[in-house]
Antibody, heavy 122, light 110 residues
Framework: EVQLVESGGDLVQPGGSLRLSCAASGFTFTSYAMSWVRQAPGKGLEWVSLITGGGENTYYAESVKGRFTISRDNPKNTLFLQMNSLRAEDTAVYYC???????????????WGQGTLVTVSS | QAVLTQPPSVSAAPGQKVTISCSGSSSNIGNNYVSWYQQLPGTAPKLLIFDNNKRPSGIPDRFSGSKSGTSATLGITGLQTGDEADYYCATWDYGLISVVFGGGTKLTVL
């Protein structure tokens, strides 16, 4: 059974940093691209970042480029999101999501974690 | 402002059919596959449709997807109260080099 379990969400002051983790199990982690998608309170889904299976390619939304870094530790089946220079508008539930192995598109997320809440406030 | 445009809300009676539109451009929907997600209140999104019109295992055939040009449509027939949720379209945007989501559509089953 595929499981994605996020952790690391917390209350942080503007300008601060936070590192999110996503522990994956139930599939061959290194074979799939992984993404972070966030949802601000009462708002819609916003894609944040993607990393290919081997970690060789990464992509970011303009809103986080230069501040967030996605990475993965394949031997430990874990996805990370390092978030620096946090702003109030980064407040959201952050989901990690697994690429669908049967999909032709990179926007196809077959499995999602339960999410972890990041609150940026003084 | 979301790159893909969806109506904020749609509604229909139980048993009826509803469609949700998703409008984009040649840099996204026009040249890539569309996925659709259902998000029930307080839960993570769930994949409903991938590759424009395919359903993952376990998704009933009441849910369908289609694409024409730079627009995509999600159809739901035989509406049930349990279908009340937010629905999102998504695709890759070659210009932005990013995944883009629609703003979401809230479905109310009256």
């Amino acid at each position: 059974e595929v499981q994605l379990v996020e952790s690391g969400g917390d209350l942080v002051q503007p300008g601060g940093s936070l590192r999110l983790s996503c522990a994956a199990s139930g599939f061959t982690f290194t074979s799939y691209a992984m993404s972070w998608v966030r949802q601000a309170p009462g708002k819609g889904l916003e894609w944040v970042s993607l990393i290919t299976g081997g970690g060789e390619n990464t992509y970011y939304a303009e809103s986080v480029k230069g501040r967030f870094t996605i990475s993965r530790d394949n031997p430990k089946n874990t996805l990370f999101l390092q978030m620096n220079s946090l702003r109030a508008e980064d407040t959201a539930v952050y989901y990690c999501a697994k690429e669908g192995g049967y999909c032709s598109s990179i926007s196809c997320y077959e499995y999602w974690g339960q999410g972890t809440l990041v609150t940026v406030s003084s | 402002q979301a790159v893909l445009t969806q109506p904020p809300s749609v509604s229909a009676a139980p048993g009826q059919k509803v469609t949700i539109s998703c409008s984009g451009s040649s840099s996204n929907i026009g040249n890539n596959y569309v996925s659709w997600y259902q998000q029930l209140p307080g839960t993570a999104p769930k994949l409903l449709i991938f590759d424009n019109n395919k359903r993952p295992s376990g998704i009933p055939d009441r849910f369908s997807g289609s694409k024409s040009g730079t627009s995509a449509t999600l159809g739901i027939t035989g509406l049930q109260t349990g279908d009340e949720a937010d629905y999102y379209c998504a695709t890759w945007d070659y210009g932005l080099i990013s995944v883009v989501f629609g703003g979401g559509t809230k479905l109310t089953v009256l």
